[in-house]
């Protein structure tokens, strides 16, 4: 189509050309549309310069087309000053105008407060988000403490469980002790009760006795002490009769031995050891009524085993020695 | 010059539709489309609205003549051709074919704009009187709005309640009618 308005087919072209955009009338129809396009976009200065060199050795050949541009920009200014004074504000619309610009102040305040609510908008997500992850946090960590919580009321209640077993065991036990109680509480009461019965014959005797006085028994007299003769060492150690072999019952506490001081001794008093430890100083002898002059020791028998004792008197420096043994 | 009797178009007519509505609007095209296929040839507007009407004549009378002719559309663009010939023949001054020299200039172009702009706000008035019309003429064409949407004149064939193909025939229609008109205009 542009080939055959821009003029450079062939005459036999273009006659078959005219046979076929006579014969369909939209092919006529497209053609046409496609000239006026085409003059349209070079009348505004639309085209190529390949394609404006084109069209413009089409001209030579269709001078009517010069008028067509012509028209064309006639059509153009046309329309855009019909759009310009379709803009061009008539008196309604100038007071209209008006209220259109306290539209805009009012679309301005709405853009500026959009604004603000979606920066609002985002302070709130991102807020929301931040409170979510807070209370993720604070629900892991309530989690965590439900589990530990859980874990120790687990471990109590089988504490109590044990506990209880325990008690369940015990309850026999328990059962056997308090009849064990109630024995021996019954004991208890029948020792009162011989208790009050013997304090009450007790009484019954004190009173008896205010009426007859009752002789009063002897107190026990401790046993009394085994008294000893002993006679001087005159000879050889361990010598058959020198050595004083004393019987005592085992209570025997005490024994008293009655030394018989020699006749040629002058001293007038003594000192005596017991197996070489002295155990009394001063001893003054007595005279018996035959004129013999004995000492008189006492001796305590828990330290006297049942081998041979030796006591030892010395007086005026000199020394005379007495043996005995005790047999209980 | 052929002598268009009224009997003569009277079957031209009947000829092209039984229809007198759809005939008057098939010779309308026809016409049309000699009056382009002339100014196609290289022929001014002026002359190739009188060179259609002439050719249209001879279709006529020779239909009159009871010629056989089986297509008229066939018929009449080889009667066009037989009449550019003539009228280049007779009028060496309008013809733009071969016989001239290639112009490497920028071509000049009618210096009357204001007259031509003047010209076109009386004839839009006078050729788009239906205000459809008017808004078709001036949307189709809206360059600055075709560029910036490429389905402005699917949206205005809705807005008009045509199909895009009935919108572009009106538009070439009105467009040609209208720039007749301007031409007219200028002139006087």
């Not at chain 1, 035959?290 to 305590?300: D, E, I, K, T, W």
């Not at chain 2, 002026?46 to 089986?70: F, G, I, P, W």
């Not at chain 2, 003047?118 to 459809?132: F, Y």
Request: charged share 30%; with cysteine.
């Amino acid at each position: 189509m542009t080939r055959f308005l821009f003029h450079e087919l062939s005459e036999r072209e273009r006659e078959a050309f005219e046979e076929r955009f006579f014969a369909d009338g939209d092919f006529f129809y497209e053609l046409a549309d496609l000239e006026n396009e085409l003059v349209d976009r070079y009348a505004l200065g639309k085209m190529s310069a390949a394609e404006s060199s084109r069209f413009e050795k089409g001209l030579q050949k269709s001078p009517e087309r010069r008028t067509q541009i012509a028209n064309s920009v006639a059509l153009s200014k046309f329309i855009a000053e019909q759009k310009s004074v379709d803009v061009q504000p008539t008196l309604w619309e100038k007071i209209a105008g008006f209220f259109t610009v306290q539209k805009n102040l009012f679309q301005y305040a709405t853009a500026a407060l959009m604004v603000l609510l979606m920066v609002g908008v985002g302070y709130l997500l991102y807020e929301r988000a931040r409170v979510a992850n807070e209370l993720a946090r604070l629900q892991n960590e309530q989690n965590e403490r439900d589990g530990e919580i859980e874990r120790q009321e687990n471990a109590l209640q089988e504490q109590i469980k044990q506990a209880q077993e325990r008690e369940q065991n015990l309850q026999p036990e328990l059962e056997n002790k308090k009849g064990q109680t109630e024995i021996l509480n019954k004991q208890i009461e029948g020792e009162k009760n011989e208790k009050l019965k013997l304090e009450r014959e007790l009484e019954i005797l004190r009173k008896e006795k205010a009426k007859s006085p009752v002789e009063k028994p002897k107190e026990p007299q401790p046993p009394s002490p085994i008294i000893a003769t002993l006679l001087p060492y005159s000879g050889g150690k361990g010598g058959g009769d020198d050595t004083k072999v004393i019987r005592i019952k085992p209570s025997i506490e005490k024994i008293k031995l009655n030394l018989r001081i020699p006749t040629e001794s002058t001293a007038e008093t003594f000192d005596a050891k017991l197996n070489g430890e002295n155990i009394a100083n001063g001893l003054k002898p007595f005279q018996s009524k035959s004129g013999n002059r004995f000492l008189a020791v006492n001796l305590p028998t828990k330290n006297l085993d049942e081998t041979e004792h030796a006591v030892t008197l010395t007086g005026n420096g000199e020394a005379v020695r007495y043996f005995f043994r005790l047999l209980r | 010059m052929a002598i268009l009797t009224a009997t003569a178009f009277a079957f031209l007519l009947e000829r092209l539709d039984a229809d007198e509505n759809k005939a008057a609007a098939k010779y309308e095209e026809l016409r049309l489309k000699l009056v382009k296929c002339f100014v196609w040839r290289g022929c001014a507007a002026a002359n190739a609205d009188k060179l259609a009407d002439e050719t249209l004549d001879r279709v006529a009378a020779k239909l009159a003549q009871t010629v056989e002719v089986q297509n008229i559309n066939a018929y009449a663009v080889e009667v066009s051709r037989y009449i550019w010939l003539e009228f280049k023949r007779k009028h060496k001054e309008y013809a733009f074919g071969d016989e001239l020299p290639i112009i490497t200039d920028a071509p000049e172009f009618p210096d009357e704009p204001d007259t031509r702009l003047s010209c076109l706000k009386s004839c839009l008035a006078e050729v788009t009187p239906d205000t459809n019309d008017h808004l078709l003429i001036l949307g189709y064409y809206d360059a600055d709005e075709n560029d910036k949407n490429k389905h402005h004149r699917k949206n205005l064939a809705d807005k008009l309640g045509l199909t895009i193909n009935t919108l572009k025939v009106k538009a070439c229609r009105l467009r040609v009618r209208l720039e007749k008109c301007i031409n007219e205009c200028v002139k006087k």
